[in-house]
Structure formats: C-alpha cells, structure tokens
C-alpha cells in the first residue's frame, strides 16, 4: 500500500493540526493504521494507532491531546492535534501493517514554535 501525508505545518503552542494519510489499495479496512513521529537526533516512535477494528492505542506522551480516526470508505487515516507544545515538533509519520506487511509515508512536517 501507498500513503501520502498531509496537513503538517507550522502553528503555535496551544494550536491544532489535523494530518491526514491518503492510502492507496481495496483493502485499506483491513490494516492496523498509525501515526509515528521523530525528532531529530531522536528515534522514531510510536503517537496512536488503530486497527482495523477501530480499537485506538496512544503514547502516554500525548496525554489526551491527539485523536487517532479513520474513514475506510475514503482510504484515509488522520492524527487529529491539540494543544499542541514545542516538543510535538517532529517530522510525522503514517504507517499501514497488514500481517508481515509494512509501508510507510514519506511524513510530513510539525513545527510548533512562536
């Protein structure tokens, strides 16, 4: 499967960002979707999550801030963001797993700063 990322930016502290990740495929349903970031000098690691299900997993970082959604019949996952901080600053990451099947988007860029 192909994802493309969208909807990153520069916003200030205390703001909201919506990301989205176009998927491409039929079976779209059936993957666990999820949202990863990295700073840099920082590893990769994991925001939210959801399955194909609709269960949703968020890191103890996000603390209630983020909401993870998808819309199957629009092929699309999204990280809902509020109040966002200076340290949610990241390049953001979506990421499809089906089985032993994993893809990844190309991210795309948060910068929260005044």
């Known amino acids: 499967v192909q994802l493309v990322e969208s909807g990153g930016g520069l916003v200030q502290p205390g703001g909201s960002l919506r990301l989205s990740c176009a998927a491409s495929?039929?079976?779209?349903?059936?993957?666990?979707m999820g949202w990863y970031r990295q700073a840099p000098g920082n590893e990769r690691e994991l925001v939210a999550s959801?399955?194909?299900?609709?269960?949703?997993n968020y890191a103890d970082s996000i603390e209630g801030r983020f909401t993870i959604s998808r819309d199957n019949a629009k092929n699309t996952v999204y990280l809902q963001m509020n109040s966002l901080k200076p340290e949610d600053t990241a390049v953001y990451y979506c990421?499809?797993?089906?089985?032993?099947?994993?893809?990844w988007g190309q991210g795309t860029q948060v910068t929260v700063s005044s």
């Open positions: 990421n499809a797993r089906l089985f032993a099947s994993v893809s």
């Open positions: 495929g039929s079976i779209f349903s059936r993957y666990a």
């Open positions: 959801i399955t194909s299900g609709g269960s949703t």
